[in-house]
């Protein structure tokens, strides 16, 4: 899995780790953040949600067109760090509850989303670039499943980061996260409150602090919520850091893939190399079919990243806040890295040839059950739980089973009968309209969020947080066969003068899938749940039909 790459592979994807470390740190805990501090609809929230989203990745194709055109791939990824770290640190400082404390969040997110874009697409153009020798050629899907896999090491340990940061403030100011209690002290406060919000929001008051002053228990329970949250985001800052140093120290591991066009045609014209060019029609043909792509990852992107707005929702407000037995293996992060430690140290046990290499992996392999076992039974035997915790099963997922769908494919490869790479994205869409099947079951019965506002938003029946676990595996199973592929779909069939441009392309799609986000949180209110499910099932299956009805095409040009 990890042989026969080349160095520069490592060293982009660890600073890759790194930067988004810091950005689902972030997300974990955004849309609480907004709705704790500023008391905002999902409406609302959906519209902020979905138009960031959409900056971060409608940006890399603006950073794209930098890095072709001018700068480079190398000089525009440095840049790109630094205007992301001053979007964090903006975001960390804490703030009232102002138009100029949102003018300044905003300000904070434009920085986030424009450093993103001149970093995320060209620092990908660069891995891609490493495996065009002939000596790496066959290796290209395989290294963009390693790659994707880096980043979601950095996407597992963010949501318990963020949890860590934001208890341990809110502990010090004396108070405890609790789901219910910011939407009715805003109720309190801007006088939308019932009788039985007053009642709750007294209990909850006196088993926090003691007061029966709803007024100063309201306006301290946001802002100290709201500045815990604050310090969350720095977590993102530091990550930059470490992000900044291994892409600047392992520099000379990549250096040669740092090339765009014209900087490849220079340097074969002083050397005397005659450069192969695409005709007109063979670029457009590229083009055209890239493009084709982009429309059905749309879709995808606007299912997937749900996981960030309304099924987080669902995990605050319709999901169980404590788990035992073996469910609290899954909820903490260091008992999921011992799994890890397991598996791959497994796989190395079966691909070692030697004896050492055996009896290490071995070694490791039972070192990692027994303080599996250890860790477990010291755990309580019921824990609570948060609402941003569930994001880590996805990126949790993805480095599980990048190897085995690694070593599936190496299966089919030598059979002579992998599926190609459009195919899978193909098959990954239908994959994804059975995740929110799954949640649209656990859905049944449930009362519509709207019917709730009046009690804080959280329902009296509460369902087992297997039902998000199970939709979280199953979009992972559909995320890894559709967005490395996608991304090495790209790097592999766009025309060389438009590499950058491309892969910004790749990421306009996914921009636009992350705007019509929103559109699944405007439902939230009125709708059955099971129908907002059903939506995004609907659209997964009609993505899968479009892009099997032009699978030859597609196919025809990454050959």
Excluded at 244 to 256: A, C, D, G, N
Excluded at 408 to 432: C, D, Q, T, V, W
Excluded at 493 to 508: D, E, N, Q, R
């Amino acid at each position: 899995m990890f042989k026969n790459h080349p160095k520069g592979l490592y060293a982009l994807a660890l600073a890759n780790t790194g930067e988004r470390f810091g950005y689902y740190t972030m997300l974990a805990i955004f849309v609480l953040f907004l709705q704790a501090k500023f008391g905002l609809t999902a409406a609302h929230t959906s519209t902020i949600f979905g138009i960031f989203l959409a900056s971060v990745y409608f940006m890399p194709l603006i950073g794209g067109l930098i890095a072709d055109k001018w700068l480079g791939y190398g000089k525009t990824v440095t840049i790109g760090i630094v205007i992301m770290f001053s979007g964090y640190l903006l975001l960390a400082v804490p703030t009232g509850r102002t138009d100029l404390s949102m003018l300044s969040l905003f300000f904070a997110l434009f920085m986030i989303a424009a450093g993103t874009g001149l970093f995320k697409g060209n620092l990908q153009v660069m891995v891609g670039n490493l495996y065009d020798a002939p000596n790496y050629k066959n290796q290209r899907d395989n290294a963009f499943s390693i790659f994707y896999m880096a980043i979601n090491i950095g996407a597992l340990y963010a949501p318990t980061a963020a949890t860590k940061v934001t208890d341990y403030f809110l502990a010090k100011a004396g108070l405890s996260y609790n789901a219910k209690i910011p939407a009715l002290a805003h109720q309190f406060l801007n006088g939308t409150i019932d009788s039985n919000g007053t009642g709750e929001l007294a209990a909850l008051a006196a088993s926090q602090t003691g007061t029966a002053d709803l007024t100063a228990f309201s306006n301290l329970y946001i802002d100290k919520l709201s500045e815990s949250y604050n310090f969350g985001f720095g977590v993102a800052c530091l990550s930059l850091i470490v992000s900044m140093l291994i892409y600047l120290v392992f520099k000379k591991t990549y250096s040669y893939a740092d090339y765009n066009s014209k900087q490849l045609a220079a340097k074969n014209s002083a050397e005397g190399i005659k450069e192969v060019e695409l005709s007109p029609k063979q670029t457009k043909e590229r083009i055209i079919a890239l493009v084709l792509v982009f429309i059905v990852v749309v879709f995808f992107w606007m299912s997937f990243h749900q996981n960030g707005l309304t099924m987080t929702f669902f995990a605050r407000d319709y999901t169980a806040n404590t788990v035992d037995g073996i469910n609290r293996i899954g909820f903490d992060v260091i008992n999921l890295t011992f799994v890890l430690i397991a598996l791959y140290s497994a796989f190395s046990l079966f691909q070692s040839k030697t004896g050492k290499g055996k009896f290490i992996s071995g070694s490791v392999f039972i070192a990692s059950i027994v303080l599996l076992l250890i860790k477990y039974s010291t755990m309580r035997p019921e824990m609570e739980i948060s609402p941003q915790i569930f994001q880590q099963f996805n990126p949790f997922f993805v480095v599980f089973l990048t190897p085995v769908s690694m070593a599936i494919f190496a299966y089919l490869a030598n059979k002579k009968k992998e599926p190609s790479a459009p195919r899978k994205i193909g098959i990954g869409m239908i994959i994804a309209a059975f995740g929110f099947v799954i949640l649209a079951l656990g859905s049944i019965g449930l009362a519509t969020p709207a019917a709730l506002t009046n009690t804080g938003g959280v329902s009296d029946i509460l369902v087992s947080p297997n039902w998000l676990i199970g939709t979280y595996l199953t979009l992972t199973f559909a995320e890894l066969l559709l967005s490395p592929m996608g991304i090495s779909f790209v790097s592999k069939v766009a025309p060389p003068k438009y590499k950058g441009l491309m892969m910004g392309g790749w990421f306009a799609a996914t921009a636009a899938g992350n705007y019509l986000v929103a559109i699944i949180g405007y439902l939230w209110g009125d709708m059955p749940l099971w129908m907002v499910w059903g939506i995004l099932v609907i659209c997964c299956l009609l993505s899968a039909l479009f892009i099997f009805s032009i699978m030859k095409r597609l196919e025809k040009v990454a050959k």
